[in-house]
């Protein structure tokens, strides 16, 4: 199977899911450091990469030590999506993801994302076209339970299956509950049962889940907000020893968006970062607030220093 190519050097089956405005090249490359399986990019417009937009091309740069990494596309148009992946952009990607799963008004208005939950007709055009376009590379598709309830996920997974998909990404949660509620994982057997390797996601942040999904059929998982200012979550899943200092992941993640974007964009992305890294950690209340109201990298960089000295158990965080 290709998905078992894809996992064959990985300490464990653990994605990193997609997530608008922070898995960024930075971030996976960090992730990538603490032993992820797969990165998969921020959602990418299949039709502003056909129509060469410049800022989705500057979102299609990645480091080159994050491999392997998939690109995750959206759209409806069959033709668009398949025509999207030949962009030589995104044809270094080890394999493509196609967001079937975003409840987001916009993109579902538009008739991409779980909008196409409820046109598994469509959904099939759109994966069969793109998996022709790719050939012998990987396709996944990422999708939810369903739009207000878990009834067509079997049938939703076995048209992926048809259609082409090598294996699937499934947030277990409804678009109407958007991200609240927790994630259902009743389901998780009959769609396993499919034959095509599913990874859930949906709440994951210990090893402990990941073992029981993964002992209830699941290939692997995908992990999102569970990482985030927690990229060492993968090296505990794989029970590997991990250090991590904060400063320098924090000034690596501020280097490397700084060699793409400007300074503005770099500020508000890292900020998101540096407030998930602080949050729990005590008397970092004043600094987080800092963090938010700064309009500058050095600054920020500063403030995490700062807090550091006064603070310098935080300084390194491992499982020692
Ligand atoms: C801020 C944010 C941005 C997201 N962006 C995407 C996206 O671009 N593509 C996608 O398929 N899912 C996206 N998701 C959904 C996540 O990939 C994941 O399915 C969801 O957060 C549940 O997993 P978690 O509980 O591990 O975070 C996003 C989620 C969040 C919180």
Redesign the pocket.
Known sequence: MLVDKIFENAPTRTIL??????TDMAFRHICRQFGVGLTVT??ISSKAVTMNNAVTNSMLLRSPSDAPCFV?IFGHEPDVMAQSVLSPYLSGYEGVDI?M??PVRKIVGNGDGSALLENPQLASKCISAVKQAIGNKPLSV?YRLGVSDDLGVVDFTKMCKDSGADFVTV?F?TRKQM?AGT?DYSRLEQICSVGLPVFA????CTKEQYDQLINRGAYGV?????AVGKPYLFSQIANQPFCMDLLEVITLHAQMLLEVFNARVVCNELKKHVVAYLKGMRKAKSTIIAVNSSKDVQQILQLVEQFLEENPIYKRISND
Do not use: L, S, V
Not at 201 to 204: A, E, K, L, V, W
Not at 222 to 226: M, S
């Open positions: 899911a997609p997530m608008a405005g922070y921020e959602m995750q967001n799963g975003c990422k947030h949660r991200y994630a996601n949906g709440d994951i995908a992990i999102g907000r569970g």
